[in-house]
């Protein structure tokens, strides 16, 4: 009997009528005295085949125990844990599997699937290499191995393994695709071209390939062609836009996704100003310039919130900036007004108390909190009550949400809340003054202050720059990222504190490091450079400087974030074109927050950036007693390090043109005394100047609310004003 069942079952496998042979499997199993797991194993295969993979699990599972040495049972059992997302579990299996067969090419690149699949990496990338030198020709590996190390930020890496994936299947359409993925990703567009038409020659209709051809197509701005084919590749296969999401993250938030490919371009020219490849860069911005006069393209290409953040890093001038931001902001209010309900009621209130409400994703270990951890806990009670809404669904145990919401009155997360019933919330606690402090960055949500649920309305700390934004009364700021004259770069009302308008945490630690400069690969004696800045915020000009700097001082070195990733391949090639040895720039990876500060101790010199200063990184840079020389710059952006430095009572760090800067880097590396002189005044100034005296930006904050709050109960109108400096000496005393 059992021959004429496997003999159906394998008819039935033909024919692909799965429920016959679930059906069939059943019955069989009813009528025999012990279970057969082959039986077991067709049965849980129909059961997978028809997407029950809860059932196919129960199936497998039963054959394990009847069978428990087959590898291919365990591997059975393995797939249906990650159809269910239990990763440690499929891992499990993997792992017996390869106990049993342990030089089986398939087993093992399943189970490094399953590795990746569980977050352990190196553990994945050992595996996926051993398959290759067993089997060269193994599709999983072939095809995992290139996508692993593309998202893990080796590009050059992925790049080298799809070759050598082609070079072994060169007639696959999936290893073709991911080759050409790469080479896109490499600003390669010829080459990516090519392997787009070697794999539609061999498969015509593979909707992923069609519409990776329409991006490169994109890239190269031949817009009409490449709309056709992103337009074709979504009608043979509607969900394929989703494998491709992450390249369309320029869509406002809540539309619909219509992809365009002059806002695929758009995204492909930031990511390379992300890694540094400044090759299209100007031309980039001219098109950014082009599209900000014509108000059908400003509306729709550049109206999601991540082009508000963007535009910070780039060679935009402030009108320009303001127009974007506003256009943004307009598109939120637009969104808004079609599901946002009626306004909410807005009446003054009679108690002399001011309830402000704080609105943030970054309430956790983030640059924003890493400055305004202390401020929540330092306002006064006896005239705020301070409630914080937290827009970030993370770790509850993220140490920096602890003390926030321990320091708060009531703090809320509301993350899995929708605008709407964000806004309600805020609105039935009474909120008077509700203070964004995120702007258009990661996980914001602008939709909620494009409601109005509070009467007053600020904007502060988390985005520097204007949000355009008609839905917001003021902007907390300082006389030096807004001095008189340059009001009009704001769409809201300035609100100009006296000193810098940043906050910082001064119970980091600051204590003289362990960290050497060998845990780094710094030489000893060197001259020790650095820019531990964000990769977007580099741009040719400031680069070009920073390798006359070099070139001034021999015996010195640039310390860079960006170790073995991309963004040193193209650093170090621009290095050697200005006539700089790329060993000269040295490059570093991101470490835990308290190791990253601490390692600032071992640099001489921070070199900033212009468009977009180092903000929290000045911040921290200079608490652990590290001279930061900025560029006064020409946009609020690329004043933030000036605003901190006079803060600090360091103006000698700030200068005003490209020439001094570079003159200056070259005058301490070359004068010790000196330089001696300029750190030990720093080392001083963190205890006694008002840049790290949080509790005295707390209470000029608080001078704002106050005043702000005073003219709506009036009846008057937000406008602009300076804070006054509050007199009280005990406040200005040493912080420590």
């Not at 005073?710 to 008057?716: D, F, T, Y």
């Amino acid at each position: 009997m059992t021959a004429e069942v496997y003999s159906k079952i394998s008819d039935l496998l033909q024919a692909r009528n799965y429920a016959e042979i679930e059906r069939l499997c059943l019955h069989a199993l009813s009528l025999s005295d012990r279970p057969d797991p082959n039986l077991l194993f067709h049965l849980g295969n129909a059961a997978r085949m028809m997407g029950r993979p809860r059932q196919a699990l129960v199936a497998f599972e039963a054959a394990v125990r009847s069978a428990p040495d087959d590898a291919n049972l365990l591997q059975a059992c393995a797939s249906c844990h990650q159809a269910l997302q239990n990763h440690e579990a499929a891992l499990g299996y993997m792992q017996r599997a390869a106990g049993i067969a342990p030089n089986h090419p398939m087993v093992l690149a399943n189970l490094a699937a399953a590795l990746e699949h569980a977050g352990r990496y190196s553990e994945a990338l050992e595996f996926y290499n051993r398959v290759l030198a067993l089997d060269p020709k193994n599709l999983t590996a072939n095809l995992n191995l290139g996508t692993l190390l593309h998202r893990l930020g080796r590009k050059r890496e992925a790049l080298q393994s799809r070759w050598r994936a082609a070079e072994s299947l060169p007639d696959h359409p999936g290893i073709l695709f991911n080759l050409a993925g790469s080479l896109l990703t490499h600003y390669r567009y010829s080459e990516a071209m090519e392997y787009c038409d070697r794999g539609l020659a061999i498969q015509p209709r593979h909707a992923h390939l069609i519409f990776l051809k329409g991006m490169v197509l994109s890239c190269l701005q031949q817009y009409e062609q490449a709309q056709t084919l992103l337009s074709q590749a979504r009608v043979i296969e509607p969900s394929v836009v989703n494998d491709f999401l992450m390249y369309l993250s320029h869509l406002p938030d809540g539309q619909d996704i219509i992809v365009d490919a002059r806002g695929l371009y758009l995204e492909a020219m930031y990511e390379a100003q992300r890694s540094c490849y400044w090759e299209h860069r100007d031309a980039y911005i001219q098109t950014l310039y082009g599209i900000t006069h014509n108000p059908d393209d400003l509306s729709w290409l550049l109206s999601g919130t991540d082009n508000g953040f963007r535009i910070l890093s780039l060679d935009i001038d402030a009108q320009t900036r303001l127009k974007i931001l506003s256009t943004i902001a307009s598109s939120i209010a637009e969104r808004v007004s079609k599901f946002a309900g009626p306004a909410y009621s807005l009446v003054k209130k009679r108690s002399p108390g001011i309830r402000v409400g704080y609105l943030s994703p970054d309430f956790r270990n983030h640059a924003t909190a890493i400055l305004a951890r202390q401020i929540f806990g330092l306002h006064d009670r006896n005239t705020f009550e301070i409630y914080a809404y937290s827009l970030h669904r993370g770790k509850a145990d993220d140490p920096y949400t602890r003390y926030i919401s321990a320091t708060c009155d009531r703090f809320f997360d509301v993350s899995a809340m929708g605008a709407r019933a964000i806004a309600d919330r805020i609105h039935a606690d009474g909120i008077d003054i509700l203070v964004d402090l995120a702007g258009y960055t990661t996980y914001s949500r602008s939709e909620i202050m494009a409601m109005r649920p509070a009467p007053l309305q600020f904007q502060y700390l988390g985005f520097p720059s204007t949000m355009g934004a008609g839905f917001i009364d003021y902007a907390l700021i300082d006389r030096t990222i807004c001095a008189d004259g340059q009001q009009t770069e704001w769409f809201e009302q300035v609100v100009r504190l006296p000193h810098a308008l940043y906050p910082y945490d001064n119970e980091v630690d600051n204590a003289p490091t362990s960290f050497s400069r060998a845990d780094f690969g710094l030489p000893e004696q060197a001259f020790v450079f650095c820019c531990l800045n964000n990769s977007y915020k580099i741009e040719p000009r400031i680069f070009e400087r920073w390798m006359n700097i070099l070139k001034a001082v021999p015996d010195s070195v640039l310390w860079l974030l960006g170790k073995g990733l991309d963004i040193q391949d193209h650093l170090e090639r621009e290095a050697e074109q200005r006539g700089v040895d790329k060993s000269r720039l040295v490059f570093t990876e991101r470490l835990p927050l308290e190791q990253h500060v601490q390692r600032y101790q071992l640099a001489d010199l921070f070199l900033d950036t212009y468009w977009h200063n180092a903000h929290t990184t000045a911040a921290e840079a200079l608490w652990q007693g590290l001279p930061l020389l900025t560029v006064h710059g020409e946009v609020a952006s690329a004043r933030g390090s000036s605003s901190i430095l006079y803060a600090l009572e360091m103006p000698e760090l700030v200068t005003r043109d490209f020439d001094e800067y570079e003159r200056l880097a070259i005058y301490y590396a070359t004068h010790p005394a000196e330089y001696a002189a300029m750190r030990e005044k720093l080392r001083a100034k963190r205890y006694t100047a008002p840049m790290y005296n949080t509790k005295l930006t707390v209470r000029h904050i608080e001078q704002a609310y106050r005043i702000a709050w005073e003219r709506h109960q009036a009846g008057l109108p937000p406008a602009s004003f300076d804070v006054p400096e509050i007199e009280d000496p005990e406040l200005r005393k040493s912080i420590h």
